[in-house]
T-cell receptor, first 115, second 109 residues
Framework: DAGVIQSPRHEVTEMGQEVTLRCKPISGHDYLFWYRQTMMRGLELLIYFNNNVPIDDSGMPEDRFSAKMPNASFSTLKIQPSEPRDSAVYFC?????????????FGPGTRLTVL | KQEVTQIPAALSVPEGENLVLNCSFTDSAIYNLQWFRQDPGKGLTSLLLIQSSQREQTSGRLNASLDKSSGRSTLYIAASQPGDSATYLCAVVNNDMRFGAGTRLTVKP
């Protein structure tokens, strides 16, 4: 079964601090996506990777946001410095083209609160 | 730019009713369309995926249809149950993935 582990599940930080969100696929995948969900804007695609290479980061809101995928088993989304308007739930999702016919499987999300 | 709209935004029905959730999109050149369920404070659970070449997909009491030419998809839920209460989102894939705002469904016992 496809699956994604995200950590931490909840993060509370103060404005100006650096925040690192982590995503660990527990199954094979070709694509990895980072999303942000807020009440005001719904679900937004931030960036996605294909075979660990960033393909489209046009959804990344500002230079304060950066994402890396050093290997197939791990990705990070970093916000530096964080601001209160970054408060949202951040989801990681994967697609295994060969196994799931392009179906996306989401992690449980990280709820970020920036005070 | 693809825009995805879901109507209604919220729906409340008594248990046992059949219901239809609607999703419309502006760019018909899609690769696939996926329906998700999201429970409060939880992640998204994939329900059904329809490829652009398909007209419908079924899983248990759920049936999703796709009409690309009119830019519409529907999610039909038969014999609704209180456990079906959740927010249902549709997502459309062409160059990227665009989500609708969701329909918040409440099934009353």
């Amino acid at each position: 079964d496809a699956g994604v582990i995200q950590s931490p599940r909840h993060e509370v930080t103060e404005m100006g601090q650096e925040v690192t969100l982590r995503c660990k696929p527990i199954s094979g995948h070709d694509y990895l996506f980072w999303y942000r969900q807020t009440m005001m804007r719904g679900l937004e695609l931030l960036i996605y990777f294909n075979n660990n290479v960033p393909i489209d980061d046009s959804g990344m809101p500002e230079d304060r946001f950066s994402a890396k995928m050093p290997n197939a088993s791990f990705s990070t989304l970093k916000i530096q410095p964080s601001e209160p308007r970054d408060s949202a739930v951040y989801f990681c999702a994967i697609v295994d083209v060969r196994e799931s016919n392009n179906e996306q499987f989401f992690g449980p999300g990280t709820r970020l609160t920036v005070l | 730019k693809q825009e995805v709209t879901q109507i209604p935004a919220a729906l409340s029905v008594p248990e046992g009713e059949n219901l239809v959730l609607n999703c419309s999109f502006t760019d018909s050149a899609i690769y696939n369309l996926q329906w998700f369920r999201q429970d409060p404070g939880k992640g998204l659970t994939s329900l059904l995926l329809i490829q652009s070449s398909q007209r419908e997909q079924t899983s248990g009491r759920l049936n999703a249809s796709l009409d690309k030419s009119s830019g519409r998809s529907t999610l039909y839920i038969a014999a609704s149950q209180p456990g079906d209460s959740a927010t249902y989102l549709c997502a459309v894939v062409n160059n990227d993935m665009r989500f609708g705002a969701g329909t918040r469904l409440t099934v009353k016992p």
